[in-house]
């Protein structure tokens, strides 16, 4: 087990504690023996589940603390007391970003992690991308949440984000069948047959388009903890100049990994992407009225995400798939969420603030959210550049 201290300064919903192994961990809920590595070993919603087994003078201060501190920095607006009011389990901003365990709470003061999944490496630039803190109002009075995306020439950094973003098109295990016999080398078959085109278009916006929604689908798995299977939206396109069809991003939840729960999450994300151009337009209006056609489309989604693990005899996350397709025998809370990704020279704060939702069919679980950076279409043709020449 790998600890990380915790500072009231740092983000509460980065990795504090990495588990390399399944182990038995007992942990004693004495005062002030609560390392706060449990934090994120368990995520918040774990924690809820410890603190409200215990009454309010027997958790201890460091553990309410760090519970506070989190749901201060994500923004969410509970009680002090937390405790004995509300359901356990019922907060979702969980940023644990490891397996989420199995847990039992044995008694008032005892907590027992049976068994805990492996730990999900994060790559390095997600620390690039960036809450500010800074909250934006739709007309209609909805949240906007402001990212930035603060890339570097740090060459280390962007090789292992180049790989990571080149294994959403084709993993280096299959590449090296793929190219065999093609007479091709690996960055030539990737550049010509896999990535969209750098100049002819459709190619470069079909660019724009999948690192936005790729970068999206790195802040919901990375920075909210969701399961995200993504890959599978890329590596089998019949033309790379295209953008595949169907929801742009899906999260899954669960409480628990035994059985299903009414809490269990489904978060669906639409993304549009501004990194190019002299004029500055809403892209998020543009996502939010895409993000209201996933009424429709979350369905064939779910049921293509589900055959293509089917296909590969990936049994199991089928069926976790499966547990979202069957809202009124298996119910579930639907969270959709509408982000723009823009160069920073086209943000508009006023313009972005004249968003509606008011249309939406599930307004009132829908979650905005506004990437921006600068020079980000250069960075794009970088990440795919690097991406071929270093497979």
């Not at 809820?48 to 989190?70: G, V």
């Not at 997600?126 to 739709?138: A, P």
């Not at 990571?164 to 010509?192: I, Q, S």
Request: hydrophobic share 40%; aromatic share 8%.
């Amino acid at each position: 087990m790998k600890f990380y201290y915790f500072s009231r300064r740092s983000q509460p919903n980065m990795a504090i504690c990495t588990m390399t192994r399944s182990r038995n961990i007992r942990h004693s809920a004495a005062a002030n023996q609560t390392p706060l590595s449990l934090l994120a070993t368990v995520g918040l919603v774990y924690l809820e589940r410890i603190l409200t087994s215990m009454p309010n003078d027997a958790a201890p201060r460091k553990l309410r603390f760090a519970y506070l501190d989190s749901c201060n920095h994500m923004g969410t607006r509970r009680d002090p007391a937390f405790a004995h009011t509300e359901k356990p389990g019922a907060h979702v901003n969980c940023g644990a970003r490891i397996g989420k365990p199995i847990t039992k709470v044995i008694d008032a003061k005892q907590l027992v992690i049976e068994d805990t999944l492996p730990a999900m490496p994060t790559p390095p630039h997600l620390d690039w991308l960036v809450d500010i803190g800074e909250r934006l109002k739709t007309v209609d009075g909805h949240d906007i949440e402001l990212w930035e995306l603060q890339h570097a020439d740090d060459p280390a950094v962007l090789s292992a984000w180049a790989k990571h973003f080149r294994e959403h098109y084709c993993d280096d295990e299959m590449l090296k069948k793929l190219v065999a016999g093609t007479g091709k080398t690996n960055g030539e078959y990737l550049t010509e047959w896999k990535f969209p085109d750098a100049k002819e278009a459709p190619g470069p916006s079909i660019r724009s388009g999948d690192f936005a929604e790729i970068i999206v689908a790195d802040y919901i798995e990375y920075k909210l903890g969701y399961w995200c299977p993504r890959q599978l939206r890329y590596d089998q396109k019949w033309n790379r100049n295209e953008s595949t069809k169907g929801c742009d991003v899906v999260g899954f939840q669960f409480v628990s990994d035994k059985g299903f729960d009414p809490n269990d999450e489904l978060f669906v994300f639409e993304s549009k992407a501004a990194l190019s151009g002299k004029k500055p337009v809403n892209r998020l209006q543009d996502a939010v009225a895409d993000s209201d056609k996933d009424a429709l489309r979350e369905a064939t989604t779910l049921n293509a995400l589900k055959q293509r693990f089917l296909e590969r005899g990936d049994d199991d996350p089928a069926q976790k798939v499966q547990r979202f397709q069957n809202i009124t025998d298996r119910p579930f809370k639907r969270i959709n969420g509408a982000a723009a990704v823009l160069n920073s020279s086209l943000f508009d704060e006023t313009l972005i603030q004249q968003t509606t939702t008011a249309s939406h069919f599930n307004a009132a679980n829908l979650k905005l959210i506004v990437i921006r950076g600068d020079t980000l279409m250069v960075l794009v043709h970088a990440l795919y550049e690097r991406a071929a020449n270093e497979a």
